[in-house]
């Protein structure tokens, strides 16, 4: 029920933007109005499977009639031509429905699917994937839950969850120690703070003042292995930086904890999933 509430407004959203202010008007012109249909959603790749229930709540409502069969549930691997949901209901519905409900699919599925190549990468060192704030203006929610279907695991999902202290405040805040200082004064007991850095000397200086989390942005593994060293444990390390299927490995081998990626949600191609009608 908690999801459906978040996740509605959203579908609505997605499917106001296609129908416009007159609705489809392209099926209401050539299919007769009582016509009904058999659809099937199938996979035209192998990946993992997102977004399915925000796909299949777009049919549901246009159509609140619609019979809705789950072959397969978010989070599964779909291999090419698997059939991941039955939808019978009438034509108008179907169609209205078709583009909003196979856009976020594909989405959604494309953003778990690179989050699982990622992950695979990675899968015997200790380091997890992260992602970032770099999603979909309004899709964030679904997003970051695609990032966790396929194997990641969640950053902030805004800029009211915890401290994350970037160059730029540090810049503005006059050095390290004056931003962790008056970060700390300003959090609440619940509150973490992580900082940025670019440097090993900033790092001393943010463990010499205390802090939850680092966020080592674009170090070399060399650079990494010696900040890892260095917080032996007094916060969370996080690597950020180019990070791609070819450097994840060494990055991972340098003992970092987490290992954050925007690229899993700005830049992850869809995962083609399309809808077929029974003869």
């Not at 199938?42 to 619609?66: H, K, T």
Request: charged share 25%; hydrophobic share 50%; net charge negative.
């Amino acid at each position: 029920m908690t999801t459906r509430l978040i996740v509605e407004p959203i579908v609505r959203a997605a499917l106001l933007e296609d129908l416009g202010r007159a609705g489809d008007i392209t099926t209401e012109a050539v299919v007769p109005a009582d016509a009904a249909v058999d659809a099937v959603i199938a996979a035209r790749q192998p990946g993992v499977l997102a977004g399915l229930e925000a796909a299949l709540l777009a049919f549901e409502l246009i159509d609140p009639g619609a019979r809705i069969e789950r072959m397969r549930a978010d989070g599964d691997p779909v291999s090419r031509a698997d059939i991941v949901a039955h939808i019978s209901g009438r034509a108008w519905g179907v169609l209205g429905a078709e583009r909003t409900a196979l856009n976020l699919l594909s989405r959604m599925s494309g953003v778990a699917t690179a989050t699982r190549s990622l992950a695979d990468a990675i899968a015997t060192y200790k380091a997890k994937i992260v992602c970032t704030r770099k999603t979909t203006p309004g899709l964030r929610v679904l997003e970051k839950e695609a990032v966790r279907l396929g194997g990641g695991a969640n950053h902030r999902f805004g800029l009211d969850d915890a401290m994350l202290i970037k160059d730029n405040h540090v810049a503005l805040a006059g050095g390290v120690r004056p931003a962790l200082e008056r970060a700390r004064h300003h959090a609440g007991h619940l509150v973490k703070i992580e900082l940025e850095v670019d440097t090993l000397d900033q790092l001393a200086e943010a463990l010499e003042v205390g802090v939850d989390a680092v966020l080592l942005d674009n170090m070399t593994p060399e650079t990494l292995r010696r900040a890892v060293s260095m917080v032996n444990g007094r916060a969370v390390t996080e690597a950020s930086g180019r990070i791609t299927l070819e450097t994840a490995p060494a990055i991972a081998a340098t003992g970092v904890d987490l290992i954050s990626s925007g690229w899993i949600t700005h830049s992850a191609p869809i995962l083609d999933l399309g809808l077929d009608i029974a003869e």
